[in-house]
């Protein structure tokens, strides 16, 4: 490259949020996406969210969910569905009901404590039963009294102990070690739950999982820390698994942590990824330690392997600011965490998140004040990052490729500019005698498919099926991607 830079683009807010906003008594606290958990049904041509709820801040007063007695703080995984992605139901069901309500949308997924589900809708799995499936973080723990909840270590190890209200103990038990069970549905409704654990691990936070068609194996990512054979002593960041039947896993491997060019007070605590043309893109939610310091945007990393990661852009924030009195405003930036699989829309990329005040641990009573609800957020296709080149003009010459068809296709805006083209061999330099190898004709358009022309095209006839490179000169230019077909 020369005279361009790599410039980020922050995805822009829907102007109609927020799509959903608190409604149910199991959502009083808190309503939130977190980590890949919209996913949309190409079959159906439906939206479906996997989303947390929350009815309380504190430990007490429990509730009855499901049969079971549960801490007031206790995490509910519950569904939405949207035909459009916009307006979105929350169809209500016996399956599991809350307190004296018999019909809500909430859903069996886990046994005790949990953070929100990954969820990926599998249409390549031969099994009907197993099109859905879930990667569950869950504490495993029962309340058989009333009580306050409380954690007590001892030299035997981790206790769960119930406490009166006078602060006296009245039952405790041995802690057993959290982790990860997968769970399978035919519908995203019901759930049939993989016994035992997938494997031990510390990790209150969103998770995401996919299948990479490159190696041919389930891929998640977590905060897969605290293993009882392994501990990444690093604070909060991302870890790896992978697996060939969604059953059994391999062991964490530590991939992106903050690093030197981070505030000192930065961490990782979450990081929805989905595979986009190709390309792992990770949605970082930063967090910050101690927690009254100001919350940081989300940024954006990207991965060709999904171990060796690149913090892009100048770790740009990846949704504009909004406007003061919005409801995501939360004080500036407020905390913000995208939760979804990237769903390409037509000539945008969406991506949903949840917002709430960034100074919201501070005062566990202000349970309203929790996550206010789900938004949207657009990007234009291929628009997270572009190559900028201002008005004196800049230069790319791209690796070598093996064309896959006699066209070339631009995304770009030079709508106020110009850019032109010229095909060269694999080491950039033009070909005589190669018509393609002339500048192309001028460029001067927004759009996310332009072909770029010559008076006459010879690519295929002398060229197609041997590596080339592409010049592309450009100037008042952004460029988001370029493609042959």
């Not at 035997?156 to 990860?180: H, N, S, Y």
């Not at 031990?200 to 905060?223: E, M, Q, W």
């Not at 792992?280 to 392997?305: F, M, W």
């Amino acid at each position: 490259m020369d005279c361009l830079q790599r410039r980020g683009h922050p995805a822009k807010r829907y102007p109609g949020n927020p799509l959903i906003v608190k409604q149910f008594p199991w959502e009083a606290a808190r309503i939130q996406v977190y980590g890949r958990c919209v996913v949309y049904n190409e079959e159906q041509k439906l939206f479906q969210m996997f989303y947390l709820a929350m009815p309380g801040c504190e430990h007490y007063p429990n509730v009855r969910v499901g049969g079971d007695t549960k801490v007031g703080h206790v995490t509910l995984p519950a569904y939405a569905e949207s035909k459009d992605g916009i307006h979105w139901e929350r169809p209500l069901r016996p399956d599991v009901p809350f307190e004296d309500i018999a019909e809500t949308n909430l859903l069996d997924l886990h046994r005790g404590q949990s953070f929100e589900a990954g969820v990926l809708w599998d249409p390549r799995d031969p099994d009907p039963a197993r099109r859905y499936k879930a990667f569950v973080w869950d504490q495993e723990f029962e309340m058989p009294l009333p009580g306050k909840m409380d954690w007590a270590r001892t030299e035997q190890g981790t206790v769960l102990r119930i406490l009166d209200d006078d602060g006296k103990v009245i039952f405790e038990q041995p802690w057993a070690m959290p982790g990860i069970r997968v769970a399978f549905s035919p519908d995203a409704i019901h759930w049939a739950n993989q016994p035992g654990w997938a494997f031990h691990c510390s990790s209150d936070t969103g998770n995401s999982v996919l299948y990479d068609p490159t190696i041919g194996k389930y891929v998640a990512f977590g905060r897969f820390s605290g293993t009882p054979t392994k501990r990444f002593s690093v604070g909060r960041a991302v870890s790896r698994v992978e697996s060939e039947d969604f059953i059994h896993w391999s062991q964490p491997e530590l991939v992106l942590t903050a690093d030197d060019q981070d505030p000192e007070s930065f961490q990782i605590n979450s990081m929805p990824v989905d595979i986009y043309e190709g390309v792992y893109i990770g949605l970082i939610e930063p967090d910050v330690r101690p927690l009254h310091h100001p919350a940081r945007p989300p940024q954006l990393a990207t991965s060709r392997d999904g171990r060796y990661w690149t913090r892009a852009a100048g770790r740009f924030p990846i949704i504009e600011k909004p406007d003061e009195g919005a409801w995501d405003y939360c004080g500036g930036m407020g905390w913000v965490r995208p939760g979804t699989s990237l769903v390409v829309r037509d000539d945008e990329v969406w991506m949903y998140y949840s917002a709430g005040p960034s100074e919201m641990y501070e005062d566990s009573e202000s349970a309203a004040d929790w996550f206010l609800g789900v938004g949207l957020a657009k990007w234009r296709r291929d628009g997270f990052i572009s190559l900028h080149a201002d008005e004196r003009g800049g230069e790319l010459l791209t690796k070598a490729f093996v064309a896959d068809g006699p066209d070339v296709h631009l995304n770009i805006d030079c709508a106020r500019g110009e850019a032109t083209v010229r095909i060269c061999d694999h080491q950039g330099v033009p070909m005589p005698g190669l018509k393609v190898s002339e500048p192309s004709e001028p460029i001067r358009v927004n759009h996310i498919d332009t072909v770029v022309r010559w008076p006459e095209n010879d690519l295929a006839e002398k060229r197609l099926g041997k590596p080339i490179t592409l010049e592309i000169r450009m100037a008042n230019a952004d460029l988001y991607s370029f493609w042959t077909a």
